[in-house]
């Protein structure tokens, strides 16, 4: 079973990226999923998610109105479309599977995590 993010760069403030995890060996068509990120020395940090079913998204205070999270059941893929990026966005970023239905900010509650995916915004 495998998570591999991708999509990740280089970009300048105010710049878009769109975030892609690709599922394999399994399906996750009945899994919350998640995006989450972080930056050297701190704590993996929620940053969007989505349940399965009635497709309910999530998302921190911090990206809210300027990421969106989706996912495409059929292809077994989940996306984050980044808006309006800021320095502070820079970090690893990682999709993850939930254990249940619904999606969560618990790192704790995702027991499939992708690889990671470096973003890094200039300013």
Known sequence: VQLQASGGGLVQTGDSLRLSCAASGRRFSNNGMGWFRQVP???????????WGNGRTAYADSVKARFTISR????NMLYLQMNSLKPE?????????????????????YNYWGQGTQVTVSS
């Open 72 to 75: 495409d059941n059929r292809k």
């Open 89 to 109: 966005d820079t970090a690893v970023y990682y999709c993850a599977a939930s254990r249940f239905a619904t999606s969560s900010s618990q790192s704790r509650d």
């Open 41 to 51: 020395g701190e704590e993996r940090e929620f940053i969007a998610g989505i349940d």
